[in-house]
């Protein structure tokens, strides 16, 4: 097999298993019940968002992230601090209180942030695809990256456009549940994230 090829089945593995846009899906219902949502932008802006964030770390990540004087350990407790918010509201069922109470200034922000942003293009996709850049330098390399970069975004849209299937499916009360179950879930993600960052900081010192 071409290199080439091994290269872009291997970053599109890992960055579907990082990424997990199934994780997003459950604050994307809870978000869905509020009629005033665009849901076909809302779509189109959360997979442009993590393509648009996953490209720029490909080229500029490491360099951005040294301009700053950020290292990739400080990154990862950073974004694992906003999963853990983000995992206890779900769990405490704060996410459609705050989503109303500041929907009318704030609708549009919902792609960009939580769900693009650290939800889906959080710090663990966005180190990887830093260190996969790193590891395979050169321009052809970094270009090729693009390619799983596109096809996990293609998949985000893909699922977040069908999502009536799967909302009209679990329902109203199916969709709390796993809202609250995937909270949990994303809590422990969180301090993963953050206890394996604080061992890294340990380990260096």
Known sequence: MFPEITLIIKQTTALIAIVDPLIALPLYLAFKQN??????????????????VLVLS??????????????????????????????????QGRDQKKLD????????????????????????????????????PGWINQVLLIIPVGIVSLLIWSLFTYADVVSKKVGAIGAKVITRIMGLIL??????????????????T
């Open 101 to 136: 109470e500041t929907l009318d200034n704030e609708i549009d922000l919902i792609a960009y942030v939580p769900l693009g942003i650290p939800l889906l293009a959080g710090p663990g996709a966005i180190s990887n695809i830093i260190i996969a850049s790193s590891v395979n």
């Open 35 to 52: 009629k005033k949502i665009d849901e076909s932008k809302i779509a189109k802006n959360v997979s442009l968002t993590v393509f648009v």
């Open 187 to 204: 809590g422990a993600m969180a301090i993963e994230i953050i206890t394996k960052a604080i061992l890294e900081i340990i380990a260096l």
């Open 58 to 91: 490909i080229f500029l990540g490491q360099s951005i992230l040294d301009f700053f004087g950020i290292s990739l350990v400080s990154f990862k407790i950073c974004g694992g601090l906003l999963l853990l918010i983000m995992g206890i509201d779900m769990m």
